[in-house]
């Protein structure tokens, strides 16, 4: 067989986990570009024109100079420099006759020349209509499109604004002196006369009303997990509503913002600051620089300060405790005190909820707490004490390094015997070593140009394996020095004698591997199951990486590139 060398441009657009998933490459690897248009139906480029395929058969031919989109069957083609329809039997609807303009400015969340729920928004003659599936115009003449997504319209009639449905189905009149977009297809805000003045109010797409207009602004506000609206009163208060348009807060307050927490907020007055519960109790009254919340095991406690003055207060608006510097973390409970985490001039130390220190602030830096196990460096060097100031791991490392999931440290510097300190507070010692990286369920770290594993229930990989490769199933991908194979993640004993060029981990029965140029998968008798493609075995290695991981990916299709020409590998069901 030819060899195919393969330049891995691999397009990664996403990969569907089944239980025991085959591959088939369903689109021939010879098109100038493919882009999906759903996963099924893809955008594919030959000789210089753009034409549609599904898997291996042709529904539109290659004469078009873009594929713009496909939504509800219909397929957005440029030809001729003009927007036209066909649909997804290849049938021409509506030959090329509309702007390309995709520059064209209406509101911020705008779908032009593509088909949503029967309908479509394209511009004629510098004017925006809406068509239905034949092409014909679904409006009249006195009604002016301002902007379509998903299934809602906002259209102008006689200067008012109003709401319809994609099919031309109004859902509020006009009426309104404008209609903006909020949350585009979900929320919208509108603008209406209220005692003289022009204020918003929040409506949904479908017409029903969420609030008058009496808020002088509507914004989105962001945070790292949830998307806001706020709503401001002539007064300064903000009133707070979800992406939903559900109320969140009344305005009661100048600001009002989401904590890292979902049942707390942070409220501000007269640029003081406080927190609220969900359930509308003040928590923290409104009256310090800064606040944070340090929920602790079945309790929640609320860091504030105001200038150099850090206070602990409970959940009752209570001061438990207060400190001249900052309050880093509250780690224990102990004889009807709370212990937390604070620093003194630049040092940090233990205290009490009675004001007193319990371990002094001699410590330069904090890293972290692992079941009263804190984490510390002093004099330069890193080590860590109990919540009694006990000395658990001498100060004696250059180095520690934290798993992202925050429950397993490793101290290391390459001198001396390293230890991993593990979530439940055992310390496991192993090699020394200047490399080293800490998972949630192991270290991997080189020694005497080796790579080994330690694991946090104490089973270690040393010497044995060239490499050490993904475990899962009760079954470790390891490298020897004549190939990869697979060994028992207990014992470390090698499974098979097979041998490949690359293997990666078993996922309910099936891994990928590498073997005689040759993208194969196997069973747990290490038997070739299929195989998949044929090419030069370090791409197919990388091919492999990729596709061993598609459990984290959403869709059933993957793009790839051989010889700079493109094709399509699908992931389906062992039994399909």
Wanted: charged letters at 25%; a positive charge.
């Amino acid at each position: 067989m030819k060899k195919i060398v393969l330049v891995l441009a691999i397009i990664l657009v996403g990969l569907q986990t089944y239980c025991q998933s085959s591959y088939k490459i369903t689109t021939e690897i010879k098109y100038d570009s493919i882009l999906s248009l759903d996963g099924k139906y893809f955008a594919a480029k030959e000789n210089g024109f753009w034409g549609v395929v599904k898997a291996n058969d042709v529904v539109l031919p290659f004469k078009y100079e873009a594929i713009d989109a496909l939504g509800d069957d219909m397929i957005t083609f440029v030809k001729n420099g003009k927007i036209g329809f066909a649909d997804i039997k290849g049938n021409v609807i509506v030959p090329e006759k509309y702007s390309i303009d995709l520059g064209y400015q209406t509101e911020n969340a705008n779908e032009l020349n593509v088909f949503r729920n029967g309908s479509c928004l394209v511009i004629d003659k510098n004017k925006l209509i809406i068509i239905d599936k034949n092409g014909k115009s679904i409006v009249g003449d006195t009604v002016e499109i301002v902007s379509k997504y998903d299934n809602t319209i906002i259209f102008k009639h006689s200067g008012a604004y109003g709401l319809m449905k994609a099919q031309a189905e109004v859902v509020e009149q006009a009426k309104y002196q404008q209609i903006q977009t909020v949350i585009p297809g979900k929320i919208y805000a509108y603008i209406a006369q209220r005692d003289g003045k022009n204020q918003y109010g929040l409506i949904e797409g479908n017409g029903h009303l969420l609030s008058y207009a009496y808020y002088d602004d509507i914004q989105i506000y962001k945070t790292a997990k949830q998307t806001y609206i706020k709503a401001y009163l002539p007064t300064g208060k903000q009133a707070l509503y979800s992406i939903d348009g559900k109320i969140l807060f009344q305005p009661l307050y100048q600001s009002i913002e989401p904590t890292e927490y979902d049942n707390y907020y942070n409220v501000t007055e007269q640029t003081k600051k406080g927190i609220i519960g969900r359930d509308y109790v003040l928590y923290v009254q409104p009256q310090y620089d800064n606040v944070k919340v340090m929920p602790f095991k079945e309790d929640t406690f609320f860091v504030c300060s105001s200038g150099q003055i850090s206070y602990i207060l409970n959940n009752k608006n209570q001061v438990v405790s207060q400190i001249e510097g900052n309050v880093i973390d509250i780690i224990a409970k102990q004889d009807n005190n709370i212990l937390y985490i604070a620093d003194s001039m630049l040092n940090y130390g233990v205290r009490c909820s009675d004001n007193t220190w319990k371990i002094k602030p001699e410590y330069s830096e904090v890293l972290c707490t692992i079941k009263n196990i804190i984490v510390l460096k002093k004099d330069k060097k890193w080590g860590a004490i109990d919540i009694n100031g006990t000395k658990v791991i001498d100060f004696d490392y250059d180095k520690v390094k934290e798993a992202t999931t925050h429950n397993n440290v490793a101290f290391y510097d390459n001198k001396k015997q390293s230890i991993l300190l593990t979530s439940e507070g055992k310390q496991i010692k192993f090699s020394p070593t200047k490399s080293i990286l800490v998972t949630n369920a192991y270290v991997d770290y080189n020694f005497k140009k080796t790579n080994c594993r330690l694991y946090t229930d104490g089973r270690e990989i040393k010497s044995q394996f060239e490499r050490i490769g993904s475990e899962k199933d009760g079954i470790l991908a390891v490298k020897l020095k004549d190939g990869w194979t697979f060994a028992d993640s207990k014992t470390f004993n090698p499974l098979t004698d097979k041998r490949f060029d690359y293997v990666s981990f078993f996922d309910q029965g099936i891994a990928l591997a590498v073997k005689d140029n040759n993208l194969i998968t196997i069973d747990k008798n290490f038997n070739t199951v299929q195989t998949i493609i044929s090419g030069e075995t370090s791409y197919l290695n990388s091919l492999a990486t990729v596709l061993s991981f598609n459990k984290q990916m959403k869709k059933n299709y993957f793009i790839v590139t051989t010889n700079n020409k493109q094709g399509v590998i699908t992931i389906n069901k062992a039994n399909n």
